[in-house]
């Protein structure tokens, strides 16, 4: 399953190739768990709407829209491109403020487990298990191909907001507050996607190594030191793994197409039973809230 450095990846790279382009016709397949919005109502918002950015949300991946983009721009949207595009790279609080102009709206994209979005040629052969194909003005087409169908599509008039706090935004206060007097492992308190969004398995386990926290240790039970500590772990486990593009372990494609990404070096995580990077103890897995977890028995207390 993509996790938060996977999809900023994908959306930053979708962000370069499809900002400032018109959906011209939208295509949508039979099949209907990956539709979260009706199709007719999914067709109507996204046909002739100018995609003004792409960015992370949490694990989605959002398309500010301008419904009247055909119109109200230039016939190819190329002239002002570079200026949408530094919009999506900066802070998610001026995207934000940028996508809740009045008569915008959204397409929200959740890969889910296998869920992929490619930007290609008409003639590119269409992929089995594709389920929207959005015709751009620029001539290339964008598809979500998804064989496992956990992927969700969805529209929205007007401002997103996805559950949790950015864990790349939170301050240590606000960080504390999550999980303050909270009796579950703080494996599964990270997991939780109503407290922190897009925090999945692999960082979870990596940033708890790192702050030496046992995933099992209750969240209450944890000191103000401790989640200084992990806060800065999670968020440098996070940029490092944004800055390799993702260490995806999966069958995903980045926007370009391409297969792979480079991996993070694990330092825990699918390591039972390897020596500890740091003190050569065995590292133990454990399953916390059916998931596995991985640590050091002498470095994590
Ligand atoms: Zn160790």
């Known amino acids: 399953m993509p996790e938060l450095p996977e999809v900023e990846t994908i959306a930053n790279g979708l962000a370069k190739r499809v900002t400032g382009d018109v959906i011209e016709s939208v295509w949508l397949g039979q099949k209907k768990e990956p539709l979260k919005s009706s199709a007719s109502e999914m067709a109507a918002t996204l046909e002739h709407s100018r995609i003004l950015a792409v960015r992370r949300m949490g694990k989605h991946i959002v398309f500010d829209l301008d419904p009247a983009g055909q119109t109200t721009a230039p016939a190819k949207g190329r002239t002002s491109r570079s200026k949408l595009r530094h919009r999506t790279a900066s802070t998610s609080r001026t995207a934000q403020g940028a996508s809740s102009a009045p008569g915008r709206a959204q397409w929200i994209v959740h890969l889910g487990m296998t ?6 040629d008409p003639q590119t052969e269409v992929a089995k298990h594709t389920h929207a194909i959005l015709r751009l003005s620029s001539g290339r087409e964008l598809r979500f ?157």
């Open 115 to 120: 869920g992929r979005l490619q930007v290609c």
């Open 145 to 301: 191909v998804d064989p496992r169908r956990f992927g969700r599509l969805s529209v929205r008039a007007g401002d997103f907001d996805a559950a949790g706090v950015e864990p790349l935004e939170i301050d240590l206060d606000r960080f504390l507050a999550l999980f303050r007097g909270r009796k579950t492992p703080i494996k599964s308190a990270l997991l939780n996607q109503s407290l922190l969004r897009g925090v999945g398995n692999i960082y979870a386990d990596e940033s708890l190594f790192r702050a030496g926290i046992r995933p099992r240790r209750r969240a209450a039970t944890i000191t103000r030191e401790k989640f200084a500590r992990l806060l800065n772990a999670l968020q440098e486990v996070l940029r490092e793994a944004i800055a390799l593009g993702g260490s995806s372990i999966s069958d995903y494609v980045n926007s370009d197409g391409e297969e792979g990404f480079f991996q993070l070096q694990h330092r825990v995580y699918g390591r039972e039973a390897e020596s500890c990077l740091v003190c050569k103890t065995p590292v133990k897995r454990v399953v916390i809230g059916g998931r596995s977890s991985h640590y050091c028995p002498k470095c994590q207390k």
